[in-house]
């Protein structure tokens, strides 16, 4: 069972930046897809970027593109989401997620995630 670990979120102003790392438990995980996915109150969980461990690849939703950035330190086992030019409307509990056997572009579906972290929290304030 692969177990993930975020950090790095917190509070910032509007139009700040902030980095959530991701650290999986285990060594395959050079192998998947990973996935940042975000839930605000009363919202669904949305696709926020992901990338291909394997191939590098990455793809990330309309309303980051731009501002954030995700990208993999396979020797730490990590995958980082760079986030600049935050907005209110970011501000949501972000969690990291790997689609196991995937190997090309990342799946932005949630349904086919198969192991999550705990979330970090991303508080925007204006």
């Known amino acids: 069972q692969v177990q993930l670990v975020e950090c790095g979120g917190g509070l910032v102003l509007a139009g700040g930046s902030l980095r959530l790392s991701c650290v999986a438990s285990?060594?395959?995980?050079?192998?998947?897809?990973v996935g940042w996915f975000r839930q605000a109150p009363r919202k669904d969980r949305e696709f926020v970027a992901g990338v291909s461990r394997n191939t590098g690849s990455t793809v990330s939703a309309d309303s980051v593109k731009g501002r954030f950035t995700i990208s993999t330190d396979n020797a730490k086992n990590t995958v980082y989401l760079q986030m600049n030019s935050l907005k209110p409307e970011d501000q949501a509990v972000y969690y990291c997620a790997t689609a196991i056997g995937v190997f090309g572009v990342p799946p932005s579906r949630r349904s086919e995630y198969d192991y999550w972290g705990q979330g970090t929290q991303v508080t925007v304030s204006s």
């Open positions: 285990e060594r395959s995980f050079n192998n998947y897809a």
